[in-house]
């Protein structure tokens, strides 16, 4: 009706008047929106796990999810399409996951980044009084895939711009991502309701903070973590070196990669979460041997672990933590960060003073409140660790983090300074294949921390066999993938005094 409302003005208005080529625009707009077009769904829940299992490596929880909702939509086909909001780090696949799952379902595929979008009217249109004016990125992306029920994948959601002078785009997205308001979403372009409760929302994000609560809270949070290592053999065995071989021009005989020569790519050239700098590392491999293949030098080859060196250059990463714990004082904590887990090193050491707390790393004010509070534990408990009073009261103690350009924070380090202070204080070692994480209270008791997934995965990767986790976070054992759980001893202490029984070596250095 209101196209027609407008044709009939479009006809009646001489072709050089101002609001003509507005109004041609308004028209040509509607039609380009598939009002009742549709893609054909086939579900077949078989062929569909099929599709899923082909396109990425584990992932169960994810697949799961996704094979429940067409399950449903098979059996009640009018029911509401879930929003889905992937979290993890950077390279573990959740972009092309969307790619997938519109493949599993048969339905077309449309991605809108939203990074960096700082303007409310890139969500929902500009008004048409405007010269220039268009409709929103989300009509704009309909009517590019001419269907109305694709799956659209809205990219990096944790980097909208703040809102400000041209309003806030996470406030437009609000009735965009809500299956109750959506089937009426009115784009100011358009000035009337279209109905995107068919479209299949699959939103994407590193980190969950930059989120706002309201806009978070209308999507269902799925965790895709990092990978451990054998799952980056399977990954770089079945999907990264086929694809970095063809677009080098290779056949599978003129480049062969063995196991164990990926295994120790893995693990001396690559220590991320996701699987972005394996790839590159394996496509310099490739483009190294193609070199030589388009040369006639070689009709092809079998790289082993001990060409690395000559094709990459020396290993990037070494296993350090033996050698950084060798001395009282430093402990190995675990940390989380937006890229996945990480490993850190915290050094205590003395020097003669009156009793002075130096703090140095870059450190945020809760991790300096954490290393105050795990101070004030060890000097009220100093006689149960058998620690003289003097030795703290006459003794200026500097705790340092390494890499002083790097800014850290947050309290899970809690437990990590306590043992390094406790080590430094009692001569006694921290045991070079353990590390830690937990929060501590002014009472010894170790409380609860966050990302647990990730800080184990991270120990695993550096060569760690034992990990202290607080007794409060056994909730989270089940998150943890099977054969991380297989390699490693997981002790779960209550107190700082089973952490410090546990990662202490009996014998003193004075």
């Avoid at 028209?27 to 796990?49: C, F, H, N, Q, V």
């Avoid at 449903?72 to 909001?85: A, E, F, M, T």
């Avoid at 390494?402 to 809690?414: E, F, N, R, T």
Wanted: one cysteine or more.
């Amino acid at each position: 009706a209101v196209a027609r409302k407008e044709l009939r003005r479009l006809q009646r208005m001489p072709e050089g008047a101002g609001e003509y080529g507005m109004v041609r625009s308004y028209i040509d707009a509607i039609l380009a929106l598939p009002w009742s077009k549709e893609t054909e769904e086939r579900i077949d829940i078989g062929e569909a796990r099929g599709i899923l299992d082909e396109d990425h490596y584990d992932l169960d929880k994810i697949k799961r999810r996704i094979l429940e909702h067409l399950a449903v939509h098979r059996l009640n086909s009018s029911g509401k399409s879930p929003i889905l909001c992937f979290v993890g780090p950077p390279g573990v696949g959740k972009t092309s996951l969307g790619q997938s799952i519109a493949r599993a379902m048969g339905r077309k595929f449309v991605r809108v980044s939203l990074g960096g979008v700082h303007d409310e009217a890139e969500i929902r249109g500009h008004r048409r009084t405007y010269i220039g004016a268009l409709p929103g990125n989300i009509l704009q992306a309909l009517g590019k895939v001419e269907v109305r029920n694709p799956v659209m994948l809205l990219d990096e959601i944790d980097k909208l711009g703040a809102g400000g002078f041209h309003g806030d785009p996470a406030a437009a997205l609000l009735e965009v991502l809500d299956p109750e308001q959506n089937r009426t979403f009115r784009d100011t372009y358009l000035a009337m309701p279209f109905d995107l409760s068919h479209v299949f929302f699959i939103a994407t994000a590193n980190i969950l903070d930059t989120i706002p609560g309201p806009l978070r809270d209308r999507m269902e949070i799925i965790t895709l973590s990092g990978y451990t290592e054998e799952d980056k053999m399977h990954i770089a065995s079945r999907y990264l070196l086929p694809r970095q071989r063809e677009a080098a021009g290779l056949t599978a005989e003129q480049l062969v990669l063995e196991e164990d020569t990926l295994l120790a790519l893995i693990r001396g050239y690559t220590r991320e979460a996701g699987c972005r700098n394996l790839e590159r590392e394996l496509g310099a491999i490739c483009r190294w041997v193609a070199v030589r293949v388009a040369e006639g030098s070689s009709s092809g080859m079998q790289v082993r672990p001990d060409d690395l060196a000559t094709i990459l250059g020396p290993q990037h990463f070494e296993n350090e933590v033996a050698s950084r714990v060798a001395l009282p004082g430093v402990a190995t904590g675990l940390a989380w960060t937006p890229v996945g887990g990480d490993i850190l090193f915290i050094e205590a050491s003395k020097s003669p003073g009156n009793g002075r707390l130096i703090l140095t790393g870059q450190l945020g004010d809760v991790m300096k409140e954490s290393a105050q509070a795990a101070m004030s534990l060890v000097k009220a408990r100093a006689a149960d660790w058998q620690i003289a009073q003097e030795s703290i009261d006459k003794s200026d103690i500097h705790i340092h983090i390494p890499a002083g350009a790097i800014p850290k924070d947050g309290p899970s380090a809690g437990v990590t300074l306590a043992v390094a202070l406790i080590s430094l204080l009692t001569g006694r070692k921290v045991r070079p294949d353990v590390a830690m994480t937990g929060e501590i209270s002014l009472r010894g008791l170790v409380l609860p921390v966050g990302g647990i997934k990730e800080k184990v995965l991270a120990a695993l990767r550096a060569g760690i066999h034992t990990v202290l986790l607080p007794a409060r976070n056994r909730r989270d054992y089940e998150d943890i993938p099977e054969n991380a759980r297989q390699q490693l001893t997981f002790i779960w202490i209550e107190r700082v005094e089973d952490a410090v029984a546990q990662a202490l070596e009996m014998s003193q250095e004075r």
